[in-house]
Structure formats: structure tokens, C-alpha cells
């Protein structure tokens, strides 16, 4: 975890030290957070939260699928009848892909053609935005819900080969995390919802 914090102190650092440079030399003007919103198509930020959307959900269920499988394989060397038992945990993990699947085609129905004039209006540019941060919140919600799902289920398929009778209640404790991806994808509509198509 050193070398995160060390890159994004890094990373604060280089970007103050720029900022104060075209501060300092009257370019400051440059430094336009809203210039550089308008200066994007509503297109690609609708696109790019699509694609994060889809991408990071596909990631968080590889990565509780991969942390998930491990531990089935390696309790099931001690006790062999837990690999189709704990199958339910990878289950759980490739939920939150088709998660990220069906909200990627739902936020994809809200693209259409505009024309070149007025693409850059509000409405257009709400929509844009909406998309997007409606994709990343439902890819990180699900990629953190395929994390929490895959840890679970790794703890489910250990104890499950020690003690058979704490297989139900470790279940109970990975279906609450499987909820995070669900809460994501709720908030996600709610944030779309009034985001009305490219016009």
C-alpha cells in the first residue's frame, strides 16, 4: 500500500506544482475544468461510463471468481464433496457480470443520432454525464461486490470443509454482499432515469 500512497501524493504534487507554475505566469486561464467538460462530446462520456460499466463489473466478477475458485480447489483436496456445494459462490460472482451486462444495454437504449449542431446542448450534455457516472458507479459498485463475494465465498468453501454445518450461515453472510452490486445497479437507474435520449 506504500507505493500507492507515495504514487498519489506524487501525483498531487506534480499537478499543485503545475497549477501554482500557470498561476504564477498568467496562464492560469488554461487551468478551465469547465472548458475542458465542454470541450468532450456528450458521446464519449456517455460511452466511456457504458464501458466502464460493463469493464469493471466483468473485472470485480473475475476477481471473486478467481479468489472463490482457489479456495474451492484447495478444500477440495481435504474434502472433495464441497466443490458442487460451493459452485453456488461462483454463481453469486458471475451474477455481477450479467449485472453490468443488462445495465450496459439499458444505458446504451438512451444513445441515438443526434446532428452536429446540436449536439452540443444541455439536454445532450446532462444525458452524457448522466450515463457516465451512472456506468462507473454501477462498474465500481460491482467490481466491489465481486471482491466481497469472492472473499465470502472462499471463507464459505473453507469452512464448509472443516465444518459442514457452517456452510448455511457463511451463505447468509455472501448473499448481504451480493446486495452491494444490486444496490449499485438500483442507484444507477435512479441516477439515468431522467437523462433523456441524444436528441
Known amino acids: 500500500m506504500g507505493g500507492l500512497t507515495y504514487g498519489t501524493y506524487g501525483a498531487g504534487g506534480a499537478l499543485t506544482v503545475i497549477g501554482l507554475y500557470m498561476l504564477f505566469n498568467g496562464e492560469g486561464e488554461a487551468f478551465n475544468v469547465g472548458a475542458f467538460l465542454e470541450a468532450i462530446s456528450p458521446y464519449a462520456w456517455a460511452t466511456t461510463g457504458i464501458a466502464l460499466c460493463i469493464g469493471l463489473s466483468v473485472v470485480g466478477a473475475a476477481w471473486g471468481i478467481f479468489i472463490t475458485g482457489t479456495s474451492i480447489l484447495g478444500g477440495g483436496v481435504k ?43 444541455a439536454s445532450n450534455y446532462y444525458t452524457g454525464y448522466a450515463l457516465f457516472w451512472s456506468g462507473f458507479l454501477v462498474g465500481f459498485c460491482n467490481l466491489v461486490c465481486g471482491i466481497s463475494v469472492g472473499i465470502n465465498g472462499s471463507s464459505a468453501a473453507l469452512a464448509d470443509a472443516a465444518d459442514p454445518s457452517l456452510f448455511v450461515k457463511v451463505l447468509v453472510i455472501e448473499i448481504f454482499s451480493s446486495v452491494l452490486g444490486l444496490f449499485g445497479l438500483i442507484i444507477g437507474l435512479l441516477l439515468s432515469g431522467p437523462a433523456k435520449d441524444f436528441e
Request: hydrophobic residues 55%; proline residues 2%; charged residues 15%.
Open 79 to 121: 474434502a472433495p464433496r464441497i466443490r458442487t456445494k460451493n459452485l453456488i459462490s461462483i454463481i453469486f460472482c458471475e451474477v455481477v457480470a450479467i449485472y453490468g451486462v443488462i445495465m450496459s444495454i439499458v444505458f446504451s437504449a438512451k444513445i441515438s443520432v443526434a446532428g452536429a449542431d446540436a449536439i452540443h446542448n
